[in-house]
């Protein structure tokens, strides 16, 4: 009987549940996927670049989670609202809340038996398609991975169902707190706009000063450090909920009282229906607008690092390609090549020193990136000429430019200490002579398959050296390791900041779609006086689009000042953030046209 009023009371909500239904399975499908791409053992061990990316999908899989919780935990909310009049009824007729209770629990059990079997299923096709698109990225194969990965999908089964049995347990908690009466008249009370203008007027200040002292710490982000990260974050939410609850009451009054404005159309009765459950809706667009942050952010983070990858190479450092003693193999990939800079330098290594000729680093100056990303010509301060090599060797300065320059661009070795000697020394010293090539090309990424070539003939080189401490950085080196790390973030931002919006949007539709019945009588009564079902349309089109732009503009500002927190990491924060950006407005308005099709439906049902 259970199983039975369960089924029913599911399919009266239908379009309900398959709003939160949709959110379940992407949220599951996605922590499945970041499962099999953490956990996969054989795929990993083998494939060392993955290996470093391994932590990147635990922590998505972490924000999945904590995300996910509350998801479930609001949804639940939402849902037994809608069922409240339905479950008062119930106990008016006898039954018993632990009654109830046993009839939630059967609701949560098979919408999560069928969220979990869609999204496992939905996750391991994403997860096949996902590692094809990362490995691409990176030029590596799929060998030892599995897109059904048993571990993977014990560890997702095992998370959410005890996610369930969490909101089932917290459903059992509320239901026990609610009385009967309040179940029977649950949607007929709306909430009440208190005539407060001086609690409003201290309200509204302190969000703008708290608003303001958060944006100020992610624009100063680099200087304030771990404090700017603590300082934005409370500011930030503290100064976004406190201007919704004192500026949106507000501005509806304010716009209600433009005669002439309001009195255009049936204008009038959408501000009323805007005004009905203000009290309410004001906290919850407050949420939406963090949740907006949050994942337009994960989405615009992800690309930044993905797309910081060849600045950050750039200022690795000046050269693009350093080759000792270039063999006919190597001279034939620098060929193909175009260098805006090239030079060659002559040293010969001895004891524990290099000593690098005078004249070539003289002649041909080299370039050095500085710490602020610009460019310097060492063109002085080279050491005075001495007359022994004994001399050459007490003078030596650790700490001088040339010394750290030498040792951190063109040592081969770098067990051995960079000297810089004259003419005459060099050839007193009895050592093969060795040359070093530095070049700089006029587009390094133009160039990624040969300067790729030139690395593994640098790690042939390494391999086949006896008794040498080989230095194996590389500007292409360095490129590569921030490009594993930078693909990993970018497929777990892009993902993360999806879930966090779809699930916000989901909540989103549920706060409008749960007011829906309630609103039933007053549509019936405009198209009973007279009021076209388009203008009717329109005005809930209307309705809802302030409903989603008022949270998607603040939500975007904080997007937009709050990438600058990444600028001590990225070079670049805001490269290519259009994209991103872009990428969540479709989907917002993807979202709202659905919110407006499903309400019109409900509100202004087909006329037989």
Not at 522 to 531: D, E, F
Request: proline share 2%; with cysteine; glycine share 8%.
């Amino acid at each position: 009987m259970l199983v039975k009023l369960a089924w029913n009371g599911m399919k009266s909500k239908r379009k309900d549940y398959i709003i939160l239904l949709t959110g379940l399975v992407m949220s599951i499908a996605i922590f499945y996927m970041f499962q099999t791409l953490a956990l996969n053992k054989d795929f990993t061990s083998d494939n060392a670049m993955i290996s470093s990316m391994q932590l990147v999908f635990h922590v998505g899989s972490f924000l999945l989670a904590v995300i996910t919780f509350f998801y479930l935990l609001y949804t639940n909310t939402f849902l037994l609202s809608l069922r409240q009049r339905e479950y008062g009824m119930f106990l008016l007729l006898g039954a018993k809340k632990s009654h109830l209770k046993r009839l939630m629990f059967l609701e949560n059990l098979l919408i999560g038996t069928a969220a979990l079997v869609v999204g496992i299923a939905a996750g391991t096709v994403l997860s096949g398609i996902t590692a094809g698109m990362v490995m691409g990225q990176l030029g590596e194969d799929l060998e030892g991975y599995h897109s059904f990965y048993l571990p993977s999908l014990v560890v997702t089964l095992l998370f959410f169902l005890l996610l369930f049995v969490v909101t089932a347990v917290w459903n059992h908690i509320k239901l026990s707190k609610v009385q009967v009466l309040e179940l029977v008249h649950a949607d007929t009370t709306s909430d009440r706009m208190p005539s407060r203008p001086k609690v409003n007027i201290v309200m509204m200040a302190a969000g703008i000063i708290s608003l303001t002292g958060g944006w100020l710490s992610l624009i100063f982000m680099e200087q304030l450090r771990e404090k700017g990260i603590l300082s934005a974050a409370i500011l930030t939410t503290l100064g976004t909920y406190l201007l919704f609850s004192s500026l949106l009451p507000v501005l509806l009054k304010a716009v209600k009282e433009k005669g002439a404005w309001k009195e255009k159309g049936i204008r009038a009765f959408t501000l009323s229906q805007l005004t009905f459950r203000v009290q309410n809706l004001k906290k919850f667009l407050a949420t939406a607008a963090m949740l907006i942050a949050l994942g337009a952010g994960a989405i615009s983070g992800g690309m930044a690092f993905k797309n910081n990858a060849p600045v950050f190479a750039e200022q690795a450092g000046f050269y693009d390609a350093v080759v000792h003693n270039a063999g006919p193999e190597e001279e034939e990939i620098l060929d193909d090549i175009t260098f805006t800079d090239a030079q060659q330098y002559r040293y010969k290594k001895a004891g524990d020193y290099t000593f690098y000729l005078k004249e070539d680093l003289e002649n041909q100056p080299p370039k050095m990136r500085t710490s602020s990303g610009g460019v310097k010509i060492l063109d002085n301060g080279l050491p005075e000429d001495r007359e022994s090599l004994a001399d050459v060797k007490a003078a030596r300065d650790p700490g001088s430019e040339w010394t750290r320059f030498l040792q951190s661009s063109f040592a081969r070795d770098y067990s051995k200490k960079p000297l810089i000697v004259n003419r005459s020394l060099y050839e007193s010293i009895d050592a093969e002579e060795e040359v070093v090539f530095a070049g700089k090309s006029d587009d390094f990424m133009a160039y990624h398959d040969e300067f790729a070539a030139l690395d593994q003939i640098k790690e042939q080189k390494m391999e086949a050296a006896e008794g040498e401490h080989y230095y194996s950085q590389s500007k292409y080196g360095m490129y590569e390791s921030y490009q594993t790390l930078a693909t990993g973030t970018v497929f777990m931002g892009f993902f993360l900041g999806t879930a966090f919006l779809a699930m916000m949007a989901s909540c989103l539709m549920f706060k409008v779609l749960s007011g829906a019945a309630g609103d039933v009588p007053r549509y019936r009564m405009l198209q009973n006086i007279g009021v076209s079902r388009d203008l009717l349309k329109r005005s809930v089109a209307a309705e809802l689009f302030i409903i989603f732009l008022i949270p998607a503009v603040l939500g975007l500002a904080h997007v937009l000042i709050g990438m600058n927190m990444f600028s001590f990491i990225l070079l670049e924060p805001y490269y290519r953030i259009w994209v991103s950006l872009l990428v969540f407005i479709v989907l917002y308005f993807l979202y709202y046209g659905l919110t407006v099709k499903m309400y019109q439906g409900m509100v202004l049902p087909q006329r037989k």
